[in-house]
């Protein structure tokens, strides 16, 4: 599996500047990857350019062995008419449905499953939403905040298992948390303003695993070098 | 819900007979022009009856025309809703059609169709017909980004399930602009009558009025008042029960 974003020149209509300015990166591998950097730098449009909801950029974007992508964000809603668990099984397909259960555990919304999606606390519909994604066939898995409003520890669960489940497949998790970055994600892109050159800079994180711990020194100097690139 | 809609009726009623005693009196217009209160009373007993009747008449064709507007609104709205060139002329179409007073058609309708239900049917559906377009077509076309998202990505959605979702999220939009054209559907069936029927409240006012009896119509309108708040509450009722179905678990 391999994307490539190739020279990628972009300007939203009637904006006063360029968003992006040959920018160029890679994605060699599958894994937990993050797309980093601070507010309206553009890392939601440089995502939803890969699953082509954004056009009218110059440049080229390449894919190798990516079939599906999809993108989540924080803010999405299941519809109210019916539980949770009803849209699940709407929504699964057959193949997956073995997997269902496992991730309702893993993700710690049993109890919340029988309920409407409006019901729930912004944690339990941020975990619910990501549920139905991971339910799906898909090769590349774009979560923008998509656990924003999950407590600490509980998205530290939650990471640890989608890595477990999913070594296959590609996330580009974006974050703005530079601890959680550096920890979990192997390739970690880090968008620059536009008049910085190069406009991406990648930094290696931990890539922490179920049941490991980071050697303290490879942690901080992710985190440094992260910081440093921003 | 009920009372509330009763008793602002009848504030509202009893001000405006009020104010024409207030100028029967102040000007010392005849009882021609102006009845005295005990001969409205009289003609209150005396016709209280059939008037009731005849606004039950009128009630009936107005929740036929509402329903059948109710039902041509939704399925113009959900064509209206599609990006593409059919739904561009809908919406154009309709932004232009409402701003004609529906009204002033109604006499071709006299001349085509004649006396009876059809042309009452007809105009009332017209006269409540287009602000629930505008509406209709204001909600349907409104994406849902948040909820349709998903399925527009995993390539499961369909028409049915976009006007679904669409419904669902504004379904106090929805009955809000129902209940406001019933008292649309119930005016549109009156004028109706006026021009085009043998039955009917809005009929016995024409009659009342070539007879300029002023006390026939004072007695018609406060009955038109009561019919049409039950309906209102009615409707309301049924949109709450309805609303409170779908959120409640």
Redesign the interface.
């Known amino acids: 599996m391999q994307i490539d974003f190739d020279r990628i020149c972009f300007r939203y209509p009637n904006s006063a500047g360029d968003l992006f300015n040959d920018l160029s990166l890679r994605i060699a591998a599958p894994g937990f990857h993050a797309l980093f950097g601070p507010s309206g730098v553009g890392k939601t449009t440089l995502a939803r350019m890969l699953t082509g909801a954004v056009a009218g950029f110059s440049g080229a974007i390449r894919t190798e062995g990516v079939r599906q992508v999809f993108y989540t964000y924080n803010l999405e809603r299941l519809p109210g008419w019916s539980s949770v668990r009803e849209h699940f099984a709407e929504t699964t397909p057959a193949a997956n449905r073995t997997r269902l259960e496992e991730l309702i555990a893993a993700f710690g919304i049993e109890a919340c499953v029988g309920a409407r999606f409006n019901r729930l606390s912004m944690g339990q519909q941020n975990r619910t939403n990501l549920v139905r994604y991971l339910l799906q066939d898909f090769d590349v898995l774009i979560m923008d905040e998509s656990l924003a409003n999950v407590d600490e520890l509980t998205r530290e669960k939650i990471i640890l298992k989608i890595k477990a489940l999913f070594p296959e497949r590609c996330f580009l998790y974006i974050s703005h948390n530079v601890a959680e970055v550096a920890r979990f994600c192997s390739q970690i892109l880090i968008l620059r303003g536009v008049s910085k050159a190069p406009q991406v800079v990648c930094v290696q994180g931990t890539d922490l695993a179920q049941g490991a711990v980071p050697p303290p020194e490879r942690l901080e100097r992710a985190m440094l070098e992260i910081v440093h690139a921003a | 819900m009920l009372l509330r809609r009763i008793y602002q009726f009848f504030i509202i009623y009893l001000l405006g007979i009020a104010l024409l005693f207030a100028l029967k009196y102040t000007l010392r217009l005849s009882d021609y022009v102006i009845p005295s209160p005990d001969e409205i009373w009289r003609t209150g007993r005396d016709y209280a009856g059939p008037y009731l009747l005849a606004v039950l008449n009128t009630l009936a064709v107005a929740i036929l025309g509402h329903l059948l507007s109710i039902c041509l609104a939704t399925a113009v709205a959900v064509l209206g809703r599609l990006t593409a060139w059919v739904g561009s002329f809908i919406r154009t179409a309709a932004y232009n059609i409402q701003a004609y007073p529906i009204v002033a058609v109604a006499p071709i309708i006299f001349i085509l169709l004649g006396d009876g239900l059809a042309s009452r049917l007809l105009i009332a559906a017209m006269i409540c017909y287009f602000p629930l377009l505008l509406s209709f077509i204001g909600i349907f076309s409104e994406p849902v980004s948040?909820?349709e998202?998903?399925y527009e990505?995993?390539r499961?959605m369909t028409w049915r399930l976009q006007v679904?979702?669409r419904a669902?999220?504004n379904i106090h939009k929805l009955t809000t602009v129902i209940v406001g054209s019933a008292t649309m559907a119930m005016v549109g069936t009156i004028v109706a009558e006026f021009i085009a029927a043998t039955a009917g409240i809005g009929y016995s006012i024409r009659i009342a009025l070539y007879q300029s009896d002023l006390a026939k119509i004072l007695v018609a309108l406060f009955l038109i008042g009561i019919g049409t708040s039950l309906y209102l509450v009615g409707l309301e009722r049924a949109g709450n029960a309805l609303q409170k179905r779908?959120?409640s678990?």
């Open positions: 948040d909820i998202h998903f990505s995993t499961r679904k979702i669902f999220e779908l959120k678990i």
